[in-house]
C-alpha cells in the first residue's frame, strides 16, 4: 500500500484552503478543478514556480476578468519565500528613503523587471510596517509605503537618469521620443506600485494569517466589483469588459432565442392529439411561434454614485442594441430627457456629455424620481409600446419628494414588462430616504450591485 508523507498532505491541504479561497473572491472552482489543479501540480513539480502557476490558472480560472484575483491569492497560497527577502537582508544598513528612491530612479530608468522587485522588497521592509510583533494588529502596509517613497515624483529624474545613461529611442524624433519615454516610466511606476502590494500581501499574510489577507486584501474580480463603492479606477476597468461580456451576452441571447422559436404548447391541440394514444400526450403540438426582437427602453438615474452603475448599463444595452428591434435611453436627475444619441456615440466620458447635454435637472440638482416619471408619461410615453421592456435604473432614493406612482403604473401598463434594477443592496432598500419597497409594489424590482447580476438578469429575465 502506498503511504502519504506528511509533505504530501501538506500540499493537499494548502490547494484546497487555495481553491476555498479562490472560490470566496468569485472564482468558482469545485471539487473537479480541485481533481485537476493536484493533477498539475503532480505533473509540473514545485520546483518551476511560474509554470506552475501558469498550469494552476489553466485548471481553475474559467471566466474573463479573474485572472488578477487568482494571481494575487496564488502569490499568497504558495509564496516564492518566507520572510525577509534576501533583497532585503543584502541591503545596507545604513540604507535611508533619499538612498531608496535613487535607487528606485535608477530601476525606472534601466526598465529592470528584477530591480524593481527587489526595491520594493526592500521599500515595504523599510518603509511599511505598522502595528508592533505580532497579532491581529501587524503587518505591513503597502499605501504607507507607497505615500513615503512617492513613486509618482521620479518621473522627471528616472528621465534624466535614462538620458545621461544615452537610453532612448534614435531613431524617432525628440517629441516622440520624449513622450514614449515618459509613457514607459509611467508604465513602470503602476509595475511597481503592484509589486508593492503584492510584498506587502505576502509579509503581512505570514503574521496575520492567509485567509484574513485574502478576506480584506484581495480585491474581487470585476465581475464582482460594487459599482456604487467603485472608484474611478475600477469604472475604467468595468468600461474595458463591456464589448467582451456583450459577446457572450449576446450569444446566450440569441441560444434562448433560438430554443424559443419552436414556440409554446398549444394545450388544445396536443389534449385532441392525446385521444389516439390513450390521453397520453405523446406528441405535444406546438402553437405556431411568433419570432420578434422586443424594444428596450432605459430610464437611468445619473445622480452621484448611481451614475457608474447607469453609464455602465448603458453602455452594455447600446453594445447589446443588434439583440432588440429598437433601444432608447432616458437620462434624469429630477427632469426626464432622451440621451440615445449621446450614448451612441462612444466618444468622451457619457456622465459629462449626458450632463453638459441634456436636459436632466431643473431648478435643483437632487434626486426627484416622481418629477422624472412625471416628465416620461406627459412627454415620452408614446416610446413604450406593447413590445416594450422597460428597465428603470437607480438606487430610490427620493430626498423624500412625493413618488408620483401614478406615473410610473401608466408606464407600466403600456409597457410588455417593465424591470427595476436597483444598484443597492436590499438590506438598504427602505433605509433613509430610500422609497424602493414603495416602488417595489409597483415594479418589479432586482438588486443589481455588481457586473455578475446584471449579467444574470439580461440573460435569465430580460424577454427575447
Not at 535611508?96 to 523587471?113: T, V
Not at 440638482?365 to 408619461?377: L, Q, R, V
Not at 435604473?393 to 427620493?398: F, M, P, S, T, V
Amino acid at each position: 500500500m502506498s503511504t502519504v508523507t506528511n509533505a504530501e498532505s501538506d500540499l493537499a491541504g494548502r490547494l484546497v484552503e487555495f481553491v476555498g479561497a479562490l472560490r470566496t473572491k468569485g472564482i468558482p472552482a469545485g471539487t473537479s478543478e480541485t481533481v485537476d489543479a493536484a493533477a498539475v501540480i503532480e505533473v509540473l513539480g514545485m520546483d518551476r514556480r511560474e509554470l506552475l502557476r501558469e498550469g494552476l490558472a489553466s485548471a481553475l480560472v474559467r471566466r474573463g476578468g479573474q485572472r488578477d484575483v487568482f494571481d494575487m491569492t496564488f502569490d499568497l497560497y504558495f509564496p516564492a519565500g518566507t520572510g525577509a527577502t534576501q533583497a532585503v537582508l543584502d541591503s545596507d544598513e545604513d540604507l535611508d528613503l533619499e538612498d531608496l528612491r535613487d535607487l528606485l530612479a535608477m530601476a525606472l530608468a534601466d526598465d529592470d523587471s528584477r530591480a524593481l522587485e527587489q526595491v520594493a522588497e526592500i521599500a515595504v521592509d523599510l518603509l511599511g510596517q505598522v502595528g508592533e510583533g505580532g497579532g491581529s494588529t501587524g503587518g505591513w502596509s503597502a499605501y504607507q509605503t507607497l505615500e513615503r517613497l512617492r513613486p509618482q515624483t521620479l518621473l522627471v529624474q528616472a528621465l534624466e537618469t535614462r538620458g545621461s545613461g544615452g537610453q532612448g529611442l534614435k531613431s524617432a524624433t525628440p517629441q516622440v521620443t520624449d513622450r514614449l519615454e515618459r509613457d514607459e516610466v509611467r508604465r513602470n511606476v503602476d509595475r511597481f506600485r503592484a509589486m508593492v502590494a503584492s510584498e506587502a500581501r505576502r509579509r503581512t499574510a505570514e503574521q496575520r494569517g492567509r485567509e484574513v489577507v485574502t478576506r480584506h486584501a484581495v480585491r474581487p474580480g470585476s465581475d464582482r466589483i460594487d459599482f456604487l463603492s467603485a472608484n474611478r479606477q475600477q469604472l475604467e476597468e468595468l468600461r474595458t469588459t463591456v464589448r467582451p461580456l456583450s459577446r457572450k451576452l449576446a450569444t446566450r441571447l440569441a441560444a434562448r432565442r433560438r430554443r424559443a422559436q419552436r414556440g409554446r404548447i398549444d394545450i388544445r391541440r396536443t389534449l385532441r392529439r392525446s385521444m389516439g394514444t390513450g390521453g397520453v400526450p405523446l406528441r405535444p403540438a406546438y402553437a405556431k411561434p411568433h419570432p420578434a426582437r422586443p424594444e428596450l427602453v432605459l430610464l437611468c438615474d445619473v445622480s452621484g454614485s448611481v451614475s457608474g452603475f447607469s453609464s455602465f448599463t448603458m453602455l452594455l444595452v447600446q453594445a447589446l442594441s443588434d439583440q432588440f428591434s429598437k433601444v432608447r435611453v432616458f437620462a434624469f436627475v429630477n427632469a426626464m430627457d432622451e440621451v440615445t444619441d449621446i450614448v451612441k456615440d462612444t466618444s468622451g466620458d457619457l456622465g459629462p456629455r449626458i450632463s453638459q447635454e441634456a436636459r436632466i435637472t431643473k431648478w435643483h440638482t437632487s434626486s426627484d424620481y416622481g418629477e422624472a416619471f412625471g416628465d416620461f408619461a406627459e412627454l415620452f410615453l408614446s416610446a413604450v409600446g406593447p413590445r416594450t421592456s422597460v428597465l428603470i435604473l437607480g438606487d430610490a432614493r427620493n430626498n423624500n419628494q412625493d413618488p408620483n406612482l401614478g406615473a410610473l403604473h401608466a408606464i407600466g401598463q403600456h409597457a410588455r414588462r417593465i424591470f427595476w434594477l436597483n444598484p443597492e443592496h436590499h438590506m438598504r432598500w427602505g433605509l433613509g430616504d430610500s422609497i424602493a419597497p414603495v416602488y417595489a409594489d409597483v415594479v418589479e424590482m432586482h438588486e443589481c450591485f455588481n457586473v455578475d447580476q446584471l449579467s444574470r438578469f439580461i440573460t435569465r429575465l430580460l424577454p427575447v
